[in-house]
C-alpha cells in the first residue's frame, strides 16, 4: 500500500526554524523525487522544494531558497526539509508528495502520484 507520512509540523516563532520529515512507503517510496508544497489559510496550494535524487539536485520556490534546504536520508528514504528564519507568511499546511515528475512538472502538483495528509506548520509574530 502506497503512503506517504509527514512529520514535524508545529507552532514556532518568527524567526525560528523547524524540520519536516517525508518517509514514503510501499509503491510511493519507489519514486525518483520528492516535493514539499504548502497552502496557506485562503490560498491555493503552492511549490515549496523538491528533490530529485537521480539528478542529486534541489529545487526551491524563490520565497524559500535562502532559508529552506532539503536533504534525504538514503539508508531510509526519508527526506527532510530544514526550515530557518521562518516568518509568519509560512504558515500553512505542508505537504509532501512522492513521484516521478519530468523537469518541467517538478514544480507543479500534477508531477506527484502520492500525497500525504499535511502537517501544520503555525509561525508567530
Known amino acids: 500500500q502506497a503512503q506517504v507520512q509527514e512529520s514535524g509540523g508545529g507552532l514556532v516563532q518568527a524567526g525560528g526554524s523547524l524540520t519536516l520529515s517525508c518517509a514514503p512507503s510501499?509503491?510511493?517510496?519507489?519514486?525518483?523525487?520528492v516535493g514539499w508544497f504548502r497552502q496557506p489559510p485562503g490560498r491555493e496550494r503552492e511549490f515549496v522544494a523538491a528533490i530529485r535524487w537521480s539528478q542529486g539536485r534541489s529545487y526551491y520556490a524563490d520565497s524559500v531558497k535562502d532559508r529552506f534546504s532539503l536533504s534525504r536520508d538514503r539508508a531510509t528514504g526519508t527526506t527532510y526539509l530544514r526550515m530557518n528564519s521562518l516568518e509568519p507568511e509560512d504558515t500553512a499546511v505542508y505537504y509532501c508528495?512522492?513521484?516521478?515528475?519530468?523537469?518541467?512538472?517538478?514544480?507543479?502538483?500534477?508531477?506527484?502520484?502520492?500525497w500525504g495528509q499535511g502537517t501544520q506548520v503555525t509561525v508567530s509574530s
Open positions: 508528495a512522492a513521484g516521478r515528475p519530468i523537469l518541467s512538472s517538478l514544480r507543479t502538483l500534477r508531477g506527484y502520484n502520492y
Open positions: 510501499g509503491s510511493a517510496s519507489e519514486t525518483n523525487a
